[in-house]
């Protein structure tokens, strides 16, 4: 079937302004235009599961969406990135939280601010070393926490470094995750490990959204991933499971190898332009 043919069977690209932002971070490969399909997902389980988990969590935004609008009891987030692992630390932690949200606040994004926050070497205490990531991935140019991503130039309206810092907004979503930090646990380690150890539980759900191949290098610290591994692990999983990808023709294959279901959905990227990513199930009839 040619690409225009494909195209006519999927719904418009998703408009994410209309998706409620719940993740504290700004994160390359990020996931809200996904929400409206993994709320369709998880709905269509039956029975419902009693916990999710993103053991490639990044920003979490499925993992929150699944917890903010009920769709699950719990939400684990699983993540490798010890810089990314101690924001979701702090901010599970109810006196974190609140420090992080105030430390957001307080902060005057200047350029030699900025600078002097980044440059800052050594071990840093748990929660600055949250807010000096949270920092980075709002000025580095396209969020990206990867070594070697560079400060953000004109920015938003020639606004520079401080164009994508909202402090109030920030401070708002990290409170409110902390509100619901009961049904979040999250986990600072090896997704895949986390996958293996839950393979034999019917009663949990898995999304999985790995570093993909194209990308995952230049956007992530730990990118390497065996993929053919992770499929055959997916296929050994008992609970029902969605994994996202790039539309590469070796995923596909993958897919095809391991009886699995891909379908092409529409998304836009950070330059606005189309593309399409691949959703990968059991059963995607749910998409229908």
Same mark, same amino acid.
């Given at each position: 079937?040619?690409?225009?043919?494909?195209?006519?069977?999927?719904?418009?690209?998703?408009?994410?302004?209309?998706?409620?932002?719940?993740?504290?971070?700004?994160?390359?490969?990020?996931?809200?235009?996904?929400?409206?399909?993994?709320?369709?997902?998880?709905?269509?389980?039956?029975?419902?599961?009693?916990?999710?988990?993103?053991?490639?969590?990044?920003?979490?935004?499925?993992?929150?969406?699944?917890?903010?609008?009920?769709?699950?009891?719990?939400?684990?987030?699983?993540?490798?990135?010890?810089?990314?692992?101690?924001?979701?630390?702090?901010?599970?932690?109810?006196?974190?939280?609140?420090?992080?949200?105030?430390?957001?606040?307080?902060?005057?994004?200047?350029?030699?601010?900025?600078?002097?926050?980044?440059?800052?070497?050594? $071990?840093?205490?748990?929660?600055?070393?949250?807010?000096?990531?949270?920092?980075?991935?709002?000025?580095?140019?396209?969020?990206?926490?990867?070594?070697?991503?560079?400060?953000?130039?004109?920015?938003?309206?020639?606004?520079?470094?401080?164009?994508?810092?909202?402090?109030?907004?920030?401070?708002?979503?990290?409170?409110?995750?902390?509100?619901?930090?009961?049904?979040?646990?999250?986990?600072?380690?090896?997704?895949?490990? $986390?996958?293996?150890?839950?393979?034999?539980?019917?009663?949990?759900?898995?999304?999985?959204?790995?570093?993909?191949?194209?990308?995952?290098?230049?956007?992530?610290?730990?990118?390497?991933?065996?993929?053919?591994?992770?499929?055959?692990?997916?296929?050994?999983?008992?609970?029902?499971?969605?994994?996202?990808?790039?539309?590469?023709?070796?995923?596909?294959?993958?897919?095809?190898?391991?009886?699995?279901?891909?379908?092409?959905?529409?998304?836009?990227?950070?330059?606005?332009?189309?593309?399409?990513?691949?959703?990968?199930?059991?059963?995607?009839?749910?998409?229908?």
């Amino acid at each position: 079937m040619n690409t225009a043919a494909m195209v006519g069977k999927f719904p418009p690209v998703v408009n994410v302004a209309s998706v409620p932002q719940r993740s504290p971070f700004r994160y390359p490969g990020g996931k809200t235009w996904l929400v409206p399909y993994v709320r369709r997902w998880l709905s269509s389980l039956d029975p419902r599961p009693v916990e999710l988990i993103e053991p490639f969590a990044g920003g979490g935004i499925v993992g929150l969406t699944a917890v903010f609008e009920d769709l699950v009891e719990r939400v684990v987030l699983v993540e490798k990135d010890e810089d990314v692992a101690a924001v979701w630390m702090t901010i599970l932690d109810c006196e974190g939280a609140e420090w992080l949200a105030l430390r957001i606040l307080a902060f005057e994004p200047t350029p030699d601010n900025v600078r002097a926050v980044l440059a800052e070497t050594g $071990e840093l205490p748990l929660w600055e070393r949250a807010f000096r990531t949270l920092l980075r991935n709002r000025v580095q140019r396209g969020g990206i926490l990867a070594p070697g991503a560079g400060l953000l130039r004109k920015g938003e309206n020639g606004r520079g470094v401080a164009s994508r810092w909202y402090p109030q907004t920030l401070a708002r979503r990290i409170l409110d995750i902390a509100a619901r930090r009961s049904r979040i646990r999250f986990i600072a380690g090896d997704g895949i490990a $986390e996958i293996r150890a839950r393979r034999g539980r019917p009663d949990l759900a898995f999304y999985l959204d790995p570093p993909y191949l194209a990308a995952g290098r230049r956007l992530y610290r730990y990118s390497e991933v065996d993929h053919p591994g992770l499929f055959a692990l997916a296929c050994e999983l008992t609970g029902p499971f969605l994994m996202s990808y790039d539309d590469a023709a070796e995923i596909r294959a993958l897919a095809a190898d391991h009886g699995l279901e891909a379908r092409r959905v529409p998304m836009k990227n950070t330059h606005h332009a189309r593309k399409f990513e691949l959703l990968i199930g059991r059963n995607l009839d749910w998409l229908d």
